[in-house]
């Protein structure tokens, strides 16, 4: 398993969020079988009043390495003490697991998804769907914005489409996807600003 390892006082600093040793942490997977070749995805921990709270697990390192991972830790701490309003639409950070100063992922409330935004989606579903998509990703950037916070690798992929219909953005890490923002822009506000124009027009138009 990808690891990242942090240094003592940032690891004193994580007061923000919840934190769980690997043991604490319970798999949950529909096909026993599948615990022997396929990382966990979904798990359960105990939330802070006993009950059973139900996380995706994303490792670190499970983009591109452990400087993304940082970034996406780094800026989940900016989301939550910026304390945006209900309607910004982030899957926020729940916890993380971590034995002392080494992280082994991030926790995030489970979200049951209908897909990423794609233009396959966007054309199977009707115009006042794709229309409360726009004004939902567009309001939940204006709010990161006002913080000082940049989406960074802003592409329709990072969109997540809830059972519910809902458009939930998503992944912090930063990096660069072609074609979507000029290169000298990713990670800027601007560069979110031309990706999400260019999600409006090529998928939800």
């Known amino acids: 398993m990808p690891k990242l390892r942090m240094g003592d006082d940032y690891v004193a600093s994580l007061g923000w969020t919840l934190s769980y040793h690997p043991a604490n942490v319970d798999l949950s997977y529909d096909n026993p079988q599948h615990v022997l070749i396929r990382r966990p995805t979904q798990v359960i921990v105990k939330a802070p009043d006993g009950s059973d709270m139900v996380c995706f697990f994303k490792p670190v390192g499970s983009n591109l390495g452990p400087t993304l991972a940082r970034n996406e830790l780094f800026t989940h701490e900016k989301i939550i003490k910026a304390e945006l309003p209900a309607e910004a639409l982030i899957c926020q950070l729940y916890g993380l697991v971590r034995d002392g100063n080494v992280i ?7 979200v049951k998804k209908r897909g990423v935004l794609s233009r396959a989606l966007a054309l199977s579903s009707s115009t006042e769907l794709r229309q409360g998509w726009s004004g939902q990703i567009s309001r939940t950037i204006s709010h990161l914005h006002q913080q000082g916070i940049t989406w960074g690798d802003a592409k329709a992929d ?4 809830d059972k ?3 458009a939930w953005v998503i992944d912090f890490g930063g990096g660069y996807t072609p074609g979507w923002v000029d290169k000298e822009k990713s990670g800027t506000l601007e560069g979110d600003m031309q990706g999400l124009a260019k999600i409006l027009s090529d998928i939800l138009r």
Request: hydrophobic share 50%; charged share 0%.
């Open 104 to 110: 082994y992922g991030m926790l995030f409330p489970w």
């Open 164 to 166: 519910n219909g809902n």
């Open 158 to 161: 990072n969109v997540l489409i």
